[in-house]
Every structure is written in structure tokens, then in C-alpha cells.
């Protein structure tokens, strides 16, 4: 089995508070994904975000707006399942664009928009999926055989189950709520 011990972490947030921003350190390899809520952009907040990652050398990332992207200078851009444009980009020099896929027909769509990492979603069980769309273990590794791309796990990832994740091919994990989890004294980097 492939194991990567140089992972790679994406957090999905549209604000910094004080618990996200000390438990933030406790990542070695870590890069923000800017995700607006209810698709409402706040150009305050991304600013913010840009600015804590620029001072913090923190990869950022925008979801599904190449404008914003290029505006804010960010490292890439995140397209999410819902965006289907197969998009001409002109990249500049290290950008990265990461996709999001609950299938394999969304790889294929997230491969022809040039998504160097793909994100398999969900792998673990959270409140946004009902128990029968939960991939597990077994069927991850199956829908991900024959991806020749890097891949991310993602979805109900906490520090319970990060362990687990060395049983794929994934080279990075995403998580939205595991930075809110008690911290303290793990260092989740190292604990993986």
C-alpha cells in the first residue's frame, strides 16, 4: 500500500477566530481553502485569510472563483463538485488547482479542468451524508485503483479516525472541522 509521510492538510473555513488560529500551529503542513457560506463572498474576511496565510507562509486557496484567485494572489483555486466549466485558465507559475469528486465520473470532469489533486469525499462518516453514501476503507481504495492524480481525503475526518488514512494512497486529508477539536496537546501532523 502507498504511504505518504509527508501529508499534506486542507482546511475549509471563511473566517479566523481565536481557536482556529492557535490550533493552527499544531499543523505542519497545513493550507487554507477559502469556502464562502450560503455563496455570499466576503471581501473583508478573504482579506483577512490572505493576509494571516501571506505573514504565516500558509498555501491559500479560493473555492470555485478563478477572479478572486488571481485578484488575491493566492496559491490556486478549489473547484468544488457543483462547478462543471471545463475553464481555459491561464495559470501563472505554481498555481494549483485542487477539485472535489464524490464519484468516479466527477474524477474524470475534475481531470479535463486540470485538477492536479483530487478530493474523494466522504470517507468517514459526518451529519452531511446519509450512512449508505459513507465510502469507508474498502470501497475508497476501489474508486481510487486506477487514479493516476494525487488524492485527498475528505469528509467526517477527526483525529479518531486520521490514523486510518494511511490505509489508502492519499497524500493529503481535508477537513473542515477537525482544527476545532480539542488540540491541546496533539500535534496532528506528527500523530498521523
Known sequence: ?????????????????EIITKNIKNFESLCIIYKQQ????????LTVLRNYCKINKIQFFVSDSYKLAIKYN???IFLSNKNKKILKLATKKNFKIIGLAHNRFEFFLKRKQLCE?????????????TLNKILGIVKFNL????WNTKICALGGVNLNNLKKIKMTKSS????????NDNLKNKKPAYYF
Open 117 to 129: 489533486t483530487i478530493m474523494l469525499s466522504p470517507i468517514f462518516y459526518n451529519y452531511k451524508y
Open 38 to 45: 450560503n455563496n455570499i463572498i466576503n471581501e473583508t474576511k
Open 143 to 146: 474508486i481510487t485503483l486506477d
Open 172 to 179: 493529503c486529508v481535508a477537513f473542515i472541522s477537525m482544527i
Open 74 to 76: 493566492c496559491n490556486g
Open 1 to 17: 500500500m502507498f504511504i505518504n509521510n509527508d501529508i499534506k492538510f486542507y482546511f475549509f473555513t471563511d473566517n479566523l477566530d
